[in-house]
């Protein structure tokens, strides 16, 4: 089965094939920012991933038309379009804005997230 490990907070989640890596971000209660909820049009779910690309679904227009075609560069994917395949994936979710940690409940920006440090499989 495979995994997705969210950096920094070194937290790794089993996912089935097919999720997204919002999705598996979502179902454990790690925050990653959001407008759209997953519909590729707020582009505000990006990370950047740091191992595993082969295991991703490819590039598509919707990431496209907000990351530009310069991924070979920044890494950048948006969550939301990202599905793992096969293997495991390890991203880095950049840090909410102090607004965006208020408006999810959590006490400071930039902190591990919800429910602490772990490993769930």
């Not at 094939?17 to 598996?24: A, C, I, L, N, T």
């Not at 075609?69 to 939301?80: D, M, Q």
């Amino acid at each position: 089965m495979p995994t997705v490990t969210f950096e920094p907070a070194h937290l790794t989640f089993a996912c089935a094939d097919g999720d997204s890596v919002f999705e598996v971000a979502r179902r454990n209660s790690l925050p990653i920012s959001t407008a759209c909820v997953g519909h590729a049009t707020c582009g505000l779910c990006r990370v950047k991933v740091r191992a595993g690309e082969e295991f991703l679904s490819s590039f598509n227009a919707g990431e496209r038309k907000h990351l530009g075609n310069v991924y070979f560069i920044t890494r950048e994917r948006l969550s939301c379009q990202a599905r793992v395949s096969g293997g495991n994936v390890v991203v880095e979710v950049p840090p909410l804005r102090v607004t965006e940690a208020a408006e999810l409940g959590i006490g400071a920006a930039g902190g591990a997230g919800p429910g602490g440090a772990g490993v769930k499989k």
